[in-house]
């Protein structure tokens, strides 16, 4: 028994996690779909630890990259 790890976006895909974007400035919640964030990684070479693409993710609304990022749920 094993838990979970969820260090690159790969290994959200892998383990059926949606994208949970939270923006700390205006509480937006965004869920994005990691085999998006997977392909972008992929094409433009960007690392695809999370901690990484946190540091990319801006928020859609207010434009602030003070956003976290953790796991969702595909309903
Ligand atoms: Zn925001």
Redesign the pocket.
Known sequence: MSSKRLDTISDYSRHGFTLRVD?R??R?LAIIDPRTITLLCQQRQWSKQIAAVEGRLR?S??G?RDVRVGPGFKS
Do not use: D
């Open positions: 923006c400035v205006c937006r928020c609304k207010c602030s």
